[in-house]
T-cell receptor, first 115, second 114 residues
Framework: AQKITQTQPGMFVQEKEAVTLDCTYD???????LFWYKQPSSGEMIFLIY??????QNATEGRYSLNFQKARKSANLVISASQLGDSAMYFC????????????FGKGTRLSVIA | DSGVTQTPKHLITATGQRVTLRCSPR?????VYWYQQSLDQGLQFLIQ???????AKGNILERFSAQQFPDLHSELNLSSLELGDSALYFC?????????????FGNGTRLTVT
């Protein structure tokens, strides 16, 4: 069963606008971590933001924030004030505590920022 | 720059051959992970080492093997290569093995099998 679902293969956003990238996950663990990574066309994977399952506040890192809704098992990434350099693939990932499971990735969303 | 170094950046080889990919983790990171990224399979976890010992194993083929050395660098060996092994291979490292320790990825090695 797929643990991470990113339903938007591609998204477009106007420069300076905000955009939300969707991520839902599936786990029976109570303790887990959620991550977002950015992969530009150059290929590297860049860590953006982390949210722990017990964190009460939504995580924020600069222009990135994570809209965490535990009951709905969703962890959407919000990028505010989009820039042309934000054009990239974005991956949602989860790591469960039990069973020493690795970081599992979704299939990604390709974001294109338009001038 | 993540601080994780992978060599080589590109590798082109023929079917049936064997290659070794090398990874130096960030200074102070004890855990090393290998991932394979292909268009059809996405990012697939292969194997994890923690302080020299194998910690977790994913969808790693028997033709593939890895190890982490005392200086914490790691190598991924791919043998009897097939066309389908063409992919981007990432190494990542993390400070600890805990759930909240983010993985920091190298720039990857792009393997092309012809």
């Amino acid at each position: 069963a797929q643990k991470i679902t990113q339903t938007q293969p591609g998204m477009f956003v106007q420069e300076k606008e905000a955009v939300t990238l969707d991520c839902t996950y599936d786990t029976s663990d109570q303790s887990y971590g959620l991550f977002w990574y950015k992969q530009p066309s150059s290929g590297e994977m860049i860590f953006l933001i982390y949210q722990g399952s017990y964190d009460e506040q939504n995580a924020t890192e600069g222009r990135y924030s994570l809209n965490f809704q535990k009951a709905r098992k969703s962890a959407n990434l919000v990028i505010s004030a989009s820039q042309l350099g934000d054009s990239a693939m974005y991956f949602c990932a989860m790591r469960e505590v039990s069973g020493n499971t690795p970081l599992v990735f979704g299939k990604g969303t390709r974001l294109s920022v338009i001038a | 720059d993540s601080g994780v170094t992978q060599t080589p950046k590109h590798l082109i080889t023929a079917t049936g051959q064997r290659v070794t990919l090398r990874c130096s983790p960030r200074s102070g990171d004890l855990s090393v992970y290998w991932y394979q990224q292909s268009l059809d399979q996405g990012l697939q976890f292969l194997i994890q080492y923690y302080n020299g010992e194998e910690r977790a194993k994913g969808n790693i083929l028997e033709r593939f093997s890895a190890q982490q050395f005392p200086d914490l660098h790691s190598e991924l060996n791919l043998s009897s290569l097939e066309l389908g092994d063409s992919a981007l291979y990432f190494c990542a490292s993390s400070e600890t093995d805990s759930t909240n320790s983010p993985l920091h990825f190298g720039n990857g090695t792009r393997l092309t099998v012809t």
